[in-house]
């Protein structure tokens, strides 16, 4: 009689990857349950890949999408696109100038910032989430009154905080089963149009909607508890006090403070959780919501009391 182990040796390699697979599916299978029905909010910037990988990791985030959308999730989709703006600006002979990570918006400028989010970038992404099964629509933060904004330096021209949101566009999409894919041109009350920083409406939204889960795919693998450092290392969970703490004491460094004060924010007006994750790895999505380890960086709004972490399931 053949044992179990002698059984298992004679597993071709294509049995062995079906039995990975099975091993997956049974992993993700609670997570896919506890958040079906769930509001997530996704942060991604104009392109999710670099150089000659663009195209391909485009096409996975938007096949994520679809995915979690067929699962259940109530997914809105919030894109940048500060590459192509550079790029399309230097076509043009326009010089791009930062000022704290934020570009600085004159009439041109803000030309062009239009032209790349709602005529490139937006509905590119629309099509590809599209194309991998999902309904989608385009959105801008000028449809419906969805975010009014109102000048945040007059030193950087048409630059935009959000001033408020009204989410009823985005719920009804959501009730219908479609993904709304947001573009952060907003207006202000007297009319005016404003550059809006992506990772600051992406917090935004998550707080207006409730959302339980608000996610920013960025350049780096998520949070490290001494960034820089020869011996940082990737911290799986932290919690608000811990990033007051890290922000207070220069752990952060300045090209995240926007993406974790959004974060604090957030949280402390309802969200339940956010994740930084690194947009350079496929399927990062899948991997931070149906794995029980995770992939980034999960903030909480407060540090777990007991010895189960909240990245179990059944929490």
């Known amino acids: 009689m053949t044992t179990f182990d002698e059984a298992q040796l004679a597993l071709s390699d294509r049995g062995r990857r079906a039995q990975d697979k099975a091993r997956i599916l049974r992993e993700a299978l609670p997570w896919i349950t506890r958040w079906a029905g769930r509001t997530v909010v996704v942060k991604v910037g104009g392109s999710v890949g670099h150089g000659t990988t663009a195209q391909a990791m485009e096409t996975a985030f938007a096949a994520d999408v679809a995915l979690l959308r067929s699962v ?5 989709v919030v ?56 309904r989608a629509v385009g959105v801008a933060g000028t449809d419906g009154d969805l975010i009014s904004a ?12 959000v001033d408020t949101v009204d989410p009823t566009v985005l719920r009804s999409l959501l009730d219908d089963g479609v993904v709304p894919i947001v573009a952060t041109v907003a207006r202000s009350r007297d009319g ?49 006090a811990q990033l007051r703490a890290m922000m207070a004491d220069g752990t952060i460094v300045s090209g995240m403070i926007p993406k974790i004060a959004s974060c604090v924010d957030a949280l402390e007006h309802g969200v339940a959780q956010a994740h930084l994750l690194d947009g350079r790895l496929e399927h990062a999505l899948l991997l931070e919501i149906f794995t029980d380890a995770g992939v980034g960086t999960m903030i909480v709004p407060v540090a777990a009391t007991s010895p189960s972490t909240t990245r179990d399931p059944a929490s």
């Not at 109102?150 to 905080?161: K, T, Y």
């Not at 207006?208 to 693998?221: F, Q």
Request: glycine fraction near 14%; proline fraction near 2%; charged fraction near 20%.
């Open 192 to 240: 005016q149009d404003y550059n809006v920083n992506a990772d600051t409406v992406a917090g935004a939204i998550a707080k207006a909607l409730g959302a339980d889960k608000l996610i920013y795919l960025t350049n780096v693998a998520g949070l490290y508890d001494a960034f820089g450092s020869g011996g940082s290392q990737l911290l799986s969970e932290v919690d608000v």
């Open 72 to 76: 259940g999730l109530r997914v809105v």
């Open 150 to 161: 109102r000048p945040a330096d007059q030193a950087m021209g048409f630059v935009g905080e």
């Open 79 to 134: 894109h940048g696109g500060g590459p192509q703006i550079s790029h399309l600006a230097e076509r043009l002979g326009l010089r791009s100038t930062f000022v704290g990570g934020r570009r600085v918006t004159d009439h041109e400028m803000l030309e062009v910032v239009r032209f790349v989010l709602l005529g490139q970038v937006n509905p590119r992404m629309v099509g590809l989430v599209s194309q991998a099964g999902a």
